[in-house]
């Protein structure tokens, strides 16, 4: 294709009547980005859906700098406590998330505000702003996909922080970096704190208007922050961790079956997927990049760092979060745990569709992946245990008593 980072730049100035764009930094990523646009592993139609990602990404830089432009007073708005969740994807983050943020005084950032943050949400209106059902209405457009059965977000629901970025370095939450080769090498050889930088100044746009309540905290979540995990730390000295683990087999062929669930079809080498194919071996390199990171962090970091083992989020969920909270010397509420009880059985009863009753292994042996020695590295430092049968979550009112296991594969 023959696009170019001005190309996309003067498109989106076209849109949004908009010129500022703030500092230079968002060009390398966003260079990367196209280097890859009508690859050998994409499509048409995915490099149409690339390229339309990239100019939305431009437009709400652009409106985000002209509200930061316009207003100099919001650099001034303090950032509160962070509880910041990270880890594998598919290692439970996402269920954690949800969990975190059922405290009365925690706030997680929603789908809608962080792809639609401009104008900012005034608290007022913030459950009833038309962009949720403008948002929600392009997520609906997924129904009956694999994304529904195993990672499904509503407009109101709380959202990963690469939705949020607006300096093209989490288009589509990252997904696409199996199909984009360039792009995928720049995010994995490039320091990113310049991204999280400008994320702090996205969060103080969001909470402008909509302040938190005192003594309030933020609870975010980025499973691909796994890998810049110190980045994120330096960005954000206020955030504590908590790290989901879960067997690193189950984290990955969970991910490897989304992935190819989701990208596939607009995928132009269908052999990139085959077991043991081309995609296996980038996903295998991002996960070692993860486990890497997370254990360099947690040896190294000087913040509260929390391990949170996915069996027992998913056993004993309201256990699992008190202690986190506590562990983060944070106050416990006396009704969190029937927050937690009322949410868990509106998703089994049918607010979140079931997950697949099996997932392929894509050519893998469970303890052969296992002994591999940045995974077992990992495994044993942060006592990671092999999860025989998989979990895919708790039954309402019988936490640990009853779970759903893929009993056909695996």
Same mark, same amino acid.
């Given at each position: 294709?023959?696009?170019?980072?001005?190309?996309?730049?003067?498109?989106?100035?076209?849109?949004?009547?908009?010129?500022?764009?703030?500092?230079?930094?968002?060009?390398?990523?966003?260079?990367?980005?196209?280097?890859?646009?009508?690859?050998?592993?994409?499509?048409?139609?995915?490099?149409?859906?690339?390229?339309?990602?990239?100019?939305?990404?431009?437009?709400?830089?652009?409106?985000?700098?002209?509200?930061?432009?316009?207003?100099?007073?919001?650099?001034?708005?303090?950032?509160?406590?962070?509880?910041?969740?990270?880890?594998?994807?598919?290692?439970?983050?996402?269920?954690?998330?949800?969990?975190?943020?059922?405290?009365?005084? &925690?706030?997680?950032?929603?789908?809608?505000?962080?792809?639609?943050?401009?104008?900012?949400?005034?608290?007022?209106?913030?459950?009833?702003?038309?962009?949720?059902?403008?948002?929600?209405?392009?997520?609906?457009?997924?129904?009956?996909?694999?994304?529904?059965?195993?990672?499904?977000?509503?407009?109101?629901?709380?959202?990963?922080?690469?939705?949020?970025?607006?300096?093209?370095?989490?288009?589509?939450?990252?997904?696409?970096?199996?199909?984009?080769? =360039?792009?995928?090498?720049?995010?994995?050889?490039?320091?990113?704190?310049?991204? %999280?930088?400008?994320?702090?100044?996205?969060?103080?746009?969001?909470?402008?208007?909509?302040?938190?309540?005192?003594?309030?905290?933020?609870?975010?979540?980025?499973?691909?922050?796994?890998?810049?995990?110190?980045?994120?730390?330096?960005?954000?000295?206020?955030?504590?961790?908590?790290? =989901?683990?879960?067997?690193?087999?189950?984290? %990955?062929?969970?991910?490897?079956?989304?992935?190819?669930?989701?990208?596939?079809?607009?995928?132009?080498?269908?052999?990139?997927?085959?077991?043991?194919?081309?995609?296996?071996?980038?996903?295998?390199?991002?996960?070692?990049?993860?486990? #890497?990171?997370?254990?360099?962090?947690?040896?190294?970091?000087?913040?509260?760092?929390? #391990?949170?083992?996915?069996?027992?989020?998913?056993?004993?969920?309201?256990?699992?979060?008190?202690?986190?909270?506590?562990?983060?010397?944070?106050?416990?509420?006396?009704?969190?745990?029937?927050?937690?009880?009322? %949410?868990?059985?509106?998703? &089994?009863?049918?607010?979140? !569709?079931?997950?697949?009753?099996?997932?392929?292994?894509?050519?893998?042996?469970? !303890?052969?992946?296992?002994?591999?020695?940045?995974? &077992?590295?990992?495994?044993?430092? %942060?006592?990671?245990?092999?999860? =025989?049968?998989?979990? =895919?979550?708790?039954?309402?009112?019988?936490?640990? &008593?009853?779970?759903?296991?893929?009993?056909?594969?695996?």
């Amino acid at each position: 294709m023959t696009d170019s980072v001005q190309s996309l730049k003067a498109q989106a100035v076209e849109i949004t009547g908009l010129s500022d764009f703030g500092s230079p930094w968002f060009e390398a990523p966003l260079g990367a980005w196209l280097a890859d646009l009508g690859g050998p592993l994409q499509t048409s139609a995915a490099a149409h859906l690339f390229k339309r990602l990239a100019v939305t990404n431009l437009c709400r830089r652009l409106e985000v700098m002209d509200w930061l432009h316009r207003h100099p007073e919001i650099d001034d708005v303090e950032i509160p406590p962070i509880l910041y969740i990270t880890g594998l994807e598919r290692s439970g983050t996402t269920f954690l998330h949800n969990l975190l943020a059922l405290h009365p005084l &925690a706030r997680a950032l929603l789908r809608w505000e962080l792809m639609r943050p401009a104008p900012p949400p005034k608290s007022m209106t913030y459950r009833t702003d038309p962009r949720i059902a403008q948002v929600q209405a392009a997520v609906d457009r997924q129904r009956g996909t694999p994304l529904e059965h195993m990672h499904w977000v509503n407009a109101d629901d709380p959202e990963e922080c690469t939705w949020g970025a607006i300096d093209c370095t989490g288009l589509m939450g990252r997904a696409p970096m199996m199909m984009t080769p =360039t792009w995928n090498r720049w995010l994995a050889t490039h320091d990113l704190t310049p991204s %999280f930088v400008e994320y702090r100044r996205l969060i103080k746009l969001l909470i402008w208007r909509n302040p938190l309540p005192p003594g309030g905290h933020l609870v975010l979540k980025s499973p691909q922050n796994s890998r810049n995990i110190g980045h994120f730390a330096a960005a954000f000295p206020e955030a504590k961790f908590a790290l =989901t683990h879960r067997d690193p087999f189950r984290a %990955f062929t969970s991910v490897c079956a989304l992935l190819e669930g989701t990208l596939g079809p607009i995928c132009a080498d269908q052999e990139f997927w085959r077991s043991g194919g081309p995609g296996m071996e980038v996903a295998t390199l991002a996960a070692y990049r993860a486990l #890497s990171c997370m254990v360099a962090h947690d040896q190294g970091s000087l913040s509260k760092v929390v #391990s949170v083992a996915y069996p027992r989020l998913v056993q004993t969920p309201a256990e699992v979060v008190a202690e986190i909270y506590r562990a983060c010397d944070m106050e416990v509420p006396a009704d969190l745990a029937a927050r937690i009880e009322t %949410f868990t059985t509106a998703q &089994a009863s049918g607010k979140r !569709a079931s997950p697949p009753t099996a997932l392929p292994t894509f050519g893998q042996d469970h !303890a052969a992946f296992l002994a591999r020695p940045p995974i &077992a590295a990992y495994c044993s430092h %942060f006592q990671v245990e092999p999860e =025989t049968t998989r979990l =895919t979550g708790a039954q309402p009112g019988v936490h640990g &008593a009853a779970w759903q296991v893929d009993q056909t594969r695996g």
